[in-house]
C-alpha cells in the first residue's frame, strides 16, 4: 500500500488561497489520490479525487504533479469553517484507504 | 437523502467482553468501510464490504471481524476486548468499489474499562 507524507499543521488566513502538500512516492499506476477533511467530533469528509489530470470541484482544486508522486489541495479562499485536519490517500482499484497523519490546518480571521 | 447512520454514538464496554457496532449505508450504496481511530495510530483501515462478502481487510487480529446484510447494513464485532480496542470506530459507504467518494458517518466512540 502506497504511503502518504504530509506537514503536520499549516495556517492560513481566511479569505487568502490556502496550498496544501502531499507526497506520495510509492504510488502506483492505477492509484486514485484521494483527499478527505475531518473537522472535530465527526467522520472525515471527502474533498476531491483524481487519478492523473488536475481536478476542480466546488469544494477545492486537486493539483497533480507530472510524475503523480506528489499532489497540492488548494482552497481558493480558506473560510473559518475550512479549519480542519486534512487527509491525502492513495488507494488502488478499491474503496480500501490508507490515511496518513494529515494537516491541521489553522485559518485565521 | 440520509447519512451514514452508526449505532451506538457511544459505548462503555468492560475489558474480556465483546462488542457489535452497526452501520447502515446511504440508501443504494453497496460498498461499507470500516475504520479505527486513535490518537496514536490515526485512521486504520479494518475491512471493506461489498455484496455481503468482505473484499478487504486490514492488518488487525481476527478479534475484529464483520459482516454485510441483503440491505448492504453492516455490523463489526470485536471479541475479547483490550483497553487499546478504544478508539472511535468509524463507517463509510460507497456507492461501488472502483475509487468513489466516501461517506462516512459520525462514529461509534468505544471505550474499554
Known amino acids: 500500500d502506497a504511503k502518504t507524507t504530509q506537514p503536520n499543521s499549516m495556517e492560513s488566513n481566511e479569505e487568502e488561497p490556502v496550498h496544501l502538500p502531499c507526497n506520495h512516492s510509492?504510488?502506483?499506476?492505477?492509484?486514485?489520490i484521494h483527499w478527505y477533511r475531518q473537522l472535530p467530533s465527526q467522520g472525515p469528509e471527502y474533498v476531491i479525487h483524481?487519478?492523473?489530470s488536475n481536478v476542480n470541484n466546488r469544494m477545492a482544486s486537486l493539483a497533480i504533479a507530472e510524475d503523480r508522486k506528489s499532489s497540492t489541495l488548494i482552497l481558493h479562499r480558506a473560510t473559518l469553517r475550512d479549519a480542519a485536519v486534512y487527509y491525502c490517500?492513495?488507494?488502488?482499484?478499491?474503496?480500501?484507504?490508507?490515511f496518513g497523519t494529515g494537516t491541521l490546518l489553522a485559518v485565521q480571521p | 437523502k440520509a447519512g451514514v447512520t452508526q449505532t451506538p454514538r457511544y459505548l462503555i464496554k468492560t475489558r474480556g467482553q465483546q462488542v457489535t457496532l452497526s452501520c447502515s449505508p446511504i440508501?443504494?450504496?453497496?460498498?461499507v468501510s470500516w475504520y479505527q481511530q486513535t490518537p496514536g495510530q490515526g485512521l486504520q483501515f479494518l475491512f471493506e464490504?461489498?455484496?455481503?462478502?468482505?473484499?478487504n481487510k486490514g492488518n488487525f487480529p481476527g478479534r475484529f471481524s464483520g459482516r454485510q446484510f441483503s440491505n448492504s447494513r453492516s455490523e463489526m464485532n470485536v471479541s475479547t476486548l483490550e483497553l487499546g480496542d478504544s478508539a472511535l470506530y468509524l463507517c463509510?459507504?460507497?456507492?461501488?468499489?472502483?475509487?468513489?467518494?466516501?461517506?462516512f458517518g459520525q462514529g461509534t466512540r468505544l471505550t474499554v474499562v
Open positions: 510509492t504510488i502506483s499506476g492505477t492509484d486514485y
Open positions: 464490504y461489498f455484496s455481503e462478502t468482505q473484499r
Open positions: 440508501s443504494g450504496h453497496r460498498s
Open positions: 490517500t492513495v488507494s488502488g482499484a478499491t474503496n480500501k484507504l490508507i
Open positions: 463509510a459507504s460507497s456507492l461501488s468499489r472502483r475509487n468513489t467518494e466516501a461517506f
Open positions: 483524481g487519478l492523473t
